[in-house]
């Protein structure tokens, strides 16, 4: 647990009491920010229900019950559940993004997240850095870390575009089964992206549009503007997924062509050594014992004339088909 308390809008404090930052919450021109990491969920509950007298059912929501973004409004506070991504790793499955739960008052505001965000270590670098940022209130906190969780989407985004890239150079020169593996990755990835961006540009849409007493005016236009970038992330991931497909369809068109090369070549040898199989289980290749009396049959001309007809059939028959394009 790490807090942060500007008094009187002078001088930031670090500390880990509790108590004190319980103190400071009964001054309105004082701001609380808690972040709760390492806490044990008995210890973090009792911090939620004692010290900050939240609901039962959003310290349920927030400690229990995994959720897709969402906002609820408890008139004194504000309610959300946020999720970030690791831009460095595929998005396979839902269960690779991180969770972070918010707890929005007039002058405080609590983040609750199992594992370590690199938005939330940011932005609280940022704020002991620059002080003065904490005068715009605990809004404007929410503001800048919902924006660099809209960073990290695009950072995804941009890593899949490269990986889209390079797979559109691979697969007219080199389709395998890993290249396709590669393929479902990303298709999956932006599913899973598109399935967190969808909900989450709601709920910015529901800040930005002022329906809760917690935000005034002046913070709906950072809303919006982060809105904004989230409508963007969901556009290109929709243009990404049109994108994959067709390099599916490529991938596919690409093996079905090297398949059908290869049947033409089977089918063109097959052909020209057909004539040899006929002349060879006709003759018998008896040349050199010869059961009845055909002399004219087996001796020395009739060998090489058939020696010839091996050699020559398959050469004319190749050359006849390569004036044809068939090979």
């Known amino acids: 647990m790490r807090i942060l ?6 001088g930031v404090t670090a500390t880990d009491d509790i108590a004190k930052a319980r103190k400071e919450l009964k001054d309105p021109s004082s701001l609380v920010w808690v972040d709760l990491n390492d806490e044990s969920i008995d210890v973090t509950r009792q911090i939620l229900t004692d010290d900050f007298l939240f ?3 959003s310290v349920d929501d927030a400690l229990v019950e995994t959720h897709i973004p969402k906002i609820d409004d408890w008139e004194e506070y504000l309610y959300l559940s946020l999720i970030d991504v690791k831009p460095d790793q595929p998005l396979e499955n839902l269960e690779k993004s991180q969770e972070m739960d918010v707890f929005l008052g007039r002058n405080y505001i609590v983040t609750y997240h199992p594992e370590e965000i690199r938005a939330i270590d940011l932005v609280w670098d940022n704020f002991q850095r620059n002080e003065r940022r904490l005068l715009r209130g605990s809004n404007y906190i929410l503001y800048q870390i919902m924006d660099e969780l809209a960073n990290d989407y695009m950072a995804m985004i941009d890593q899949i575009d490269m990986d889209v890239e390079s797979i559109e150079d691979q697969v007219m020169e080199k389709p395998d089964n890993k290249l396709l593996q590669q393929i479902f990755s990303i298709k999956r990835s932006l599913l899973n992206l598109r399935r967190i961006v969808a909900p989450q540009r709601e709920v910015l849409n529901k800040l930005s549009r002022g329906d809760f007493g917690v935000i005034g005016q002046k913070e709906r236009m950072y809303y919006r503007d982060v809105y904004d970038h989230l409508v963007r992330v969901h556009d290109i991931t929709e243009s990404l997924r049109d994108l994959v497909t067709g390099v ?21 040898i097959t052909t020209i050594f057909m004539p040899l199989s006929f002349l060879t289980g006709f003759f018998g290749m008896n040349f050199f014992g010869p059961s009845n009396q055909l002399n004219h049959w087996t001796g020395s001309l009739a060998f090489f004339i058939v020696l010839a007809i091996f050699v020559g059939l398959p050469l004319s028959m ?3 088909m390569r004036k044809r394009n068939w090979m």
């Open 5 to 10: 308390i500007m008094k009187n809008g002078k």
């Open 318 to 320: 190749s050359m006849w």
């Open 55 to 57: 609901h039962p059912l």
């Open 248 to 268: 599916l369809d490529t991938y596919l068109s690409v093996v079905n062509n090297r398949l059908n090369d290869i049947m033409k070549t089977l089918t063109i």
